[in-house]
């Protein structure tokens, strides 16, 4: 049997993105370090031009008036500061960009060649296929994340667990937790699993809840995949 | 070679102390040297279940911090000459345990004893954490309902994540250990079947306790129900769980309503 019903309600749409910043980290003094980067911008003209930056504040530990300065030049500096980090701060007021939580490095070298290699497909240089595959059970409180790519799960995905894929899930065991597939923005990702028993079901931010599937297809092998986005959830046998 | 046993749950009130008390004298009785380790610092039980707790001087507290020795503090049971209980402190909380000293206290159990159970505390905080970290095999006891088996599950997670076996890269053995099963209740779809939990959680079976009044009276009498009411059903499934987690191979019976003449002739009474 293959019948599916689309959602009646409109339902919100939202989804994990992440995107790469430059973080400046100003220390002190500041005339100084703002010198030393008028210094460095004389020698790459427009390296900040359009580009996000996160103005760390770990190393000036300043305050909030002496951050709204700061900001200003280097909006003077043509330096858009699009958010701040700045750890133990609760709230910077509702004029400054708002505050960065979980950040994490990489490597500037590695995105330009990966940009590269997506421009410049002839190189020969195709991006590896990244498939996680895991042998247990995905256990209460366990949530995967996989941004760049398919998940296989072999064993059974436990009530208030998820797992959270580029690419597509496929569960060969019984899905109790959540699935969130195409989550970086991937229309034609799809969720399967041998028995259906999900809190909830998202294709590319398109969501269902345990409430809103269908009770016919609880228990069963299911696939959920979206249709101009309708997140269709119909049984496989 | 000491085996050093995890009794924990996730969940409260599920049946851990009971059940280490119980499986540690079945241990025992098998004539195996058997230490029973309350971690639950700060909300001490297992002393009052053991009736050990007119006893008590030193406690884990005390041999963690260098304040007293293992052999002040270890309590002989005064029924079976081969268990020991080490109680928790009622005066402290959890954060007085070091890593540092259980894991002193621990290696120290191991050269003595054949069997070292800990009872974990509830939760998955540092208690629960500390009361796993060294262990060999887990036995993960749960009631036949949803939310005492998500929370297991999510035990079952930590242990594979945060042992100090997995961390190694090494297997810790799980048993998952039924406890309260009400065969009518369950005949009546009122709880979880076997089959679900099983699923469910994806470990073998440890045992099937069901539930039964002699528990509770045993506990309140400050005995061990293996030892109080050996010929309980209760008692005989938590025997032979002991005899499962030393490797014997046990049939397991999954325990049935016991019908009397007049309930077959006029049908069961509701509950």
């Given at each position: ?23 400046l ?12 980067l ?57 004029d ?123 228990g ?15 049984a496989?046998? | ?6 009794v ?13 008390a119980a ?88 050269e ?45 997670g930590?242990?594979?994540s ?33 089959d ?43 025997i ?10 046990v ?18 009474r509701?509950?």
């Amino acid at each position: 049997m293959t019948t599916a019903a689309p959602i009646e309600k409109k339902s919100l749409r939202f989804k994990a993105r992440s995107f790469v910043a430059f973080a400046l980290t100003p220390e002190a003094p500041i005339s100084d370090w703002l010198h030393r980067l008028d210094r460095w911008t004389a020698n790459s003209p427009g390296f900040f031009e359009g580009r996000p930056v996160v103005l760390d504040l770990s190393l000036l530990k300043p305050g909030s008036n002496d951050v709204t300065a700061l900001v200003s030049q280097l909006s003077q500096r043509r330096i858009r500061v699009y958010a701040i980090e700045a750890a133990g701060v609760e709230d910077l007021g509702p004029d400054l960009p708002p505050l960065l939580i979980g950040a994490k490095e990489t490597l500037i070298e590695d995105i330009e060649r990966t940009s590269q290699a997506l421009d410049a497909p002839q190189t020969g240089e195709l991006p590896k296929p990244d498939t996680k595959i895991i042998d247990q059970p995905i256990r209460s409180g366990q949530s995967i994340f996989h941004p760049h790519g398919d998940v296989v799960v072999l064993g059974s995905v436990g009530s208030g667990s998820e797992i959270i894929a580029g690419g597509s899930i496929h569960i060969y065991g019984t899905l109790r937790g959540r699935a969130f597939a195409g989550a970086s923005g991937c229309e034609s990702a799809r969720i399967f699993c041998r028995r259906n028993e999900a809190e909830l079901l998202a294709v590319d931010g398109w969501y269902r809840t345990a409430d809103d599937i269908e009770p016919s297809s609880r228990g069963r092998p299911i696939q959920a995949y979206l249709d101009n986005g309708v997140l269709w959830v119909t049984a496989l046998d | 070679m000491a085996k050093v046993v995890v009794v924990t749950s996730g969940k409260g009130g599920v049946g851990k102390t009971t059940s280490t008390a119980a499986l540690g004298a079945a241990l025992a009785q098998s004539g195996k040297r058997v230490a029973v380790v309350d971690f639950d610092v700060g909300l001490r039980n297992l002393d009052l279940v053991m009736g050990a707790e007119r006893r008590v001087v030193f406690d884990l507290i005390n041999v963690t911090q260098g304040v007293a020795n293992l052999s002040q503090a270890l309590i002989r049971d005064k029924r079976i000459d081969s268990l020991f209980l080490l109680p928790a402190s009622q005066t402290r909380d959890k954060d007085a345990l070091s890593e540092e000293g259980v894991a002193k206290v621990i290696a120290e159990l191991r050269e003595k004893f054949d069997y070292v159970l800990c009872d974990s505390p509830a939760g998955i905080e540092r208690g629960a954490q500390l009361a796993m970290r060294f262990a060999d095999e887990a036995v993960i006891v749960t009631n036949p309902e949803v939310s005492s088996v998500r929370d297991s599950d999510r035990i079952i997670g930590l242990l594979d994540s945060r042992t100090l076996r997995a961390e190694k890269g090494e297997s810790l053995a799980k048993h998952v250990l039924i406890t309260r099963y009400d065969a009518a209740r369950a005949a009546r779809g009122e709880m979880l079947t076997i089959d679900d939990v099983l699923d469910i959680l994806s470990t073998p079976l440890l045992g099937i306790i069901p539930e039964n009044e002699g528990v509770l009276r045993s506990s309140n009498v400050g005995s061990p129900v293996t030892l109080n009411e050996p010929n309980n059903v209760a008692a005989r499934a938590y025997i032979e769980a002991a005899r499962r987690l030393q490797g014997e191979d046990v049939p397991l019976v999954l325990p049935a309503e016991r019908k009397g003449f007049l309930d077959r002739l006029f049908g069961r009474r509701a509950a």
